[in-house]
């Protein structure tokens, strides 16, 4: 068992397709098979199915079994590679929303940047169901997301709970410290979907019907936007914080008799992490508790 074999197979549990696999490697097919069937030999069990007139490959009882050991064997392997090539700095890859890390990681990353932390970081931005598949798949160590997916290998954990507000832009006319939706004017909304509960809400209080004037899903469209015309949105009090580090944007506190519900952080790691990056979660995960116990992100003044 070799890791050209190991990482076909792993590759082929992606894609479930042989072709798919083979561009994704940029080999040949021949070549795929080959290593599949060299890997198959030399465990003495079959991996895979293919059904007669179907392209794509199902794996067999075995075949699922043996991906957690795949993984771990491929984690072992770059830890070997570390300590031949006497690698003694640490290495995370760390996947995240936009908005996240733009408004409440950028910090933490920042202060590991400059003081002195023994630790290289790979710093990825994507959408939360990605995020989920690419912990699963080890592409990533540690992930931040606000929507709570269940994964049978990945653990999830809430960190951080975020009051909503509504804020509008300067030239707004509507200026109170709380205002209910019903004085809104829905064809101005600026539309985020922070997570399905508040979806809920919003079809309840703000209406299916009604289309916002924009729907976006990163921070800096929030920001390009909400300088520009009277516009509003409600949002999680860390974007109220970045905003008005910005420009002086109109805040409020919401006054249904249903207050939206709390934006919820989740951090995320796979079940059985990577041997290679154990002491490198540890220094994270520690470094981030501090962080956010320094940090008021519930405090806000209307």
Same mark, same amino acid.
């Given at each position: 068992?070799?890791?050209?074999? %190991? ?16 561009e994704?490697?940029?080999?040949? =097919?021949?070549? %795929?098979? !080959? +290593? ?9 069990? @079959?991996? %895979? #199915? ?23 064997w ?6 070997? =590679? ?16 936009? #908005?996240?890390? /733009?408004?409440?990681?950028g910090?933490?990353? /920042? ?7 023994p630790?290289?970081?790979? &710093?990825?931005? !994507?959408?939360?169901?990605?995020i989920?598949?690419? %912990?699963?798949? !080890?592409? &990533? ?10 994964? @049978? ?12 507000? $509504?804020?509008? /832009? ?7 410290? @709380? ?8 064809? +101005? ?14 079809? =309840?209080?703000?209406? @299916? ?5 924009? =729907? ?8 390009? $936007? ?14 109220v ?9 109109q805040?409020?506190? &919401?006054a249904?008799? #249903? ?12 079940k ?14 520690e470094?981030?508790?501090?962080y ?11």
């Amino acid at each position: 068992m070799n890791l050209a074999e %190991v990482e076909t197979f792993l590759m082929i549990v992606k894609t479930k397709n042989i072709t798919k696999t083979a561009e994704n490697l940029f080999l040949s =097919q021949p070549t %795929v098979s !080959h +290593r599949l069937k060299a890997l198959e030999e030399e465990l003495k069990i @079959k991996l %895979v #199915t293919r059904k007669k007139g179907y392209k794509a490959i199902e794996l067999t009882e075995k075949g699922e079994e043996f991906i957690p050991i795949a993984e771990r064997w491929i984690s072992l392997w770059r830890e070997m =590679q570390m300590l031949q090539h006497g690698q003694e700095r640490l290495f995370l890859t760390i996947g995240s929303t936009d #908005t996240l890390s /733009t408004t409440i990681l950028g910090n933490l990353y /920042t202060e590991l940047l400059y003081q002195g932390c023994p630790m290289d970081m790979r &710093i990825k931005t !994507h959408q939360s169901y990605e995020i989920y598949d690419l %912990v699963e798949k !080890h592409d &990533i160590d540690v992930g931040f997301v606000y929507h709570h997916l269940h994964y @049978k290998n990945i653990v999830a954990k809430p960190i951080l709970r975020e009051k909503m507000y $509504l804020i509008q /832009t300067p030239d707004t006319s509507l200026k109170k410290p @709380k205002i209910h939706t019903d004085e809104l004017d829905p064809e +101005r909304e600026i539309f985020f979907s922070w997570e399905a509960n508040y979806q809920i809400w919003h079809d =309840q209080w703000i209406g @299916k019907l009604s289309r916002p004037r924009v =729907q976006v899903d990163t921070y800096g469209l929030i920001v390009n $936007l909400m300088s520009k015309e009277n516009l509003w949105m409600i949002a999680p009090a860390s974007i109220v914080k970045a905003m008005r580090k910005l420009y002086p944007i109109q805040v409020s506190e &919401i006054a249904n008799r #249903t207050q939206p519900p709390e934006r919820l952080t989740y951090k995320i790691k796979h079940k059985n992490p990577n041997a290679a990056t154990l002491k490198a979660v540890e220094f994270f995960d520690e470094k981030l508790a501090a962080y956010l116990e320094k940090e008021n992100w519930e405090t806000i003044e209307i």
